[in-house]
């Protein structure tokens, strides 16, 4: 059986801290979307690491670290985050492998990405810019270059009939995009001759065997649910399926092999870019949280906007996954609120709903809040459930009887000892 973690908020929700605490139950730990617009980071022996594309049980002895072929892969990042990690003398050949069928984000890609999110002008979707939306209509237009093609004498003629190809569709677009594209493409080789270092493998026949020989697989989703291309709030969302459904097609795993489905969300919500936001906060207390949280895009470095927490939407992502245990990130940020708003329900075109609406822009929707105490009381050495206030387990309790699912896991702090388990 394979279990699965994903996000369900709009990313952000800490997922790279609970893959990495929970690793130590697992054989190996496999991604099965997304590209380096993620940034999981991970926080353990007072220093900080962020992973964009390799999975984030990277750090642990004995566990093999996949890349599937539902992730699209940058060799100038990926080169990057090998080297970022190069003085904790990791055995990448053996513990981290890449699928054949994973497909890759060319120079031109990038500049694709940033000549349309340009063109959009004020419709701007809030891109990464890192060529994820190219590569993967590429992928779905049958034009797409991967990984396995590496493996071909003839790559490079594929590599540059898709380059002119992309050179070609820069032109339709009526912006003015500087780039040098020999600089580009040298450093695209290099990373191509780094990543070529690597084991590339046929990821959905390895993971087949591994299940037959009992080794035990945690599936690392990217993103957020609120933002899977079907699921989302369309159109700002990512370019991949970031729900449970996408660890079948992104690994290559059969929906019966799914087991455990672990759902990451903070204990309020936060926002990256554009996109309507129907619990967001524009007063002091969105301050406060984007203060005290460090609200800070992993991958970007943009402000992320705070809100509070929103149990339409989240109870939302827990059915469309399947969701059977949830850890809550960031509590202490919470920590010092009189009191705490709770969005129960919508007011959707004039009717108060309890579910997610086809459009939730603020034009249509309004917020119906409950109003909680919260808890002074700094739980950032909080190490048992004991040790939590008795606000903060009330706040809990509000959420499983929202949602239906218990939570296992309640984060106190970054670190990875900040960890308390229910």
């Not at 990791?90 to 694709?112: C, E, Y």
């Not at 984007?290 to 609200?295: D, I, L, N, Q, S």
């Amino acid at each position: 059986m394979v279990d699965l973690l994903l996000g369900l908020q709009w990313g952000d929700e800490g997922k790279g801290k609970i893959v990495d605490v929970l690793t130590k139950n697992y054989d190996i730990i496999a991604r099965f979307q997304g590209g380096p617009n993620a940034g999981h980071t991970l926080i353990f022996d007072g220093n900080k690491h962020v992973l964009h594309t390799i999975p984030s049980g990277i750090f642990h002895d004995n566990v093999v670290n996949i890349v599937g072929n539902g992730v699209v892969i940058d060799p100038v990042i990926f080169k990057k985050e090998l080297d970022n990690l190069s003085k904790y003398h990791i055995d990448f050949k053996s513990n981290l492998l890449i699928s054949r069928k994973a497909h890759v984000i060319l120079p031109t890609h990038r500049l694709l990405d940033a000549a349309s999110e340009t063109a959009k002008g004020k419709a701007k979707i809030g891109s990464t810019l890192k060529g994820i939306g190219p590569t993967y209509m590429d992928k779905t237009g049958r034009n797409g270059f991967r990984i396995g093609d590496f493996e071909l004498d003839n790559w490079k003629e594929k590599f540059h009939a898709l380059t002119r190809k992309h050179l070609s569709m820069l032109d339709y677009f009526d912006v003015d995009i500087q780039f040098n594209l020999k600089e580009l493409e040298e450093e695209f080789f290099i990373g191509v001759k780094r990543l070529k270092e690597l084991s590339f493998i046929d990821s959905e026949e390895y993971l087949q065997q591994a299940m037959q020989h009992g080794k035990t697989i945690l599936a690392e989703g990217a993103q957020g649910s609120l933002l899977d291309i079907d699921f989302g709030t369309y159109p700002f969302v990512t370019s991949s399926n970031t729900t449970a459904a996408g660890a079948c097609t992104g690994l290559g795993v059969a929906p019966n092999k799914i087991g455990n489905v672990f759902g990451v969300f903070k204990a309020y919500v936060t926002r990256v870019g554009s996109g309507p936001f129907p619990t967001e906060l524009f007063d002091e207390n969105g301050k406060t949280m984007a203060k005290v949280g460090h609200e800070f895009g992993a991958t970007t470095g943009r402000p992320r906007r705070c809100g509070w927490l929103d149990l339409v939407a989240l109870k939302y992502a827990v059915e469309i996954n399947g969701v059977t245990q949830l850890m809550m990130m960031k509590s202490d940020v919470l920590s010092g609120f009189d009191s705490l708003q709770i969005a129960t329900t919508y007011n959707y075109k004039g009717k108060k709903i309890a579910h997610l609406p086809y459009n939730i822009e603020s034009k249509n929707v309004s917020v119906n809040y409950e109003n909680v105490s919260g808890w002074k009381a700094d739980i950032t050495k909080a190490t048992n459930v004991k040790d939590l206030p008795q606000n903060l387990l009330d706040y809990v309790k509000i959420i499983e009887d929202f949602v239906g699912v218990p939570v296992k896991i309640v984060s106190v702090g970054p670190d990875r000892k900040q960890t308390i388990f229910i």
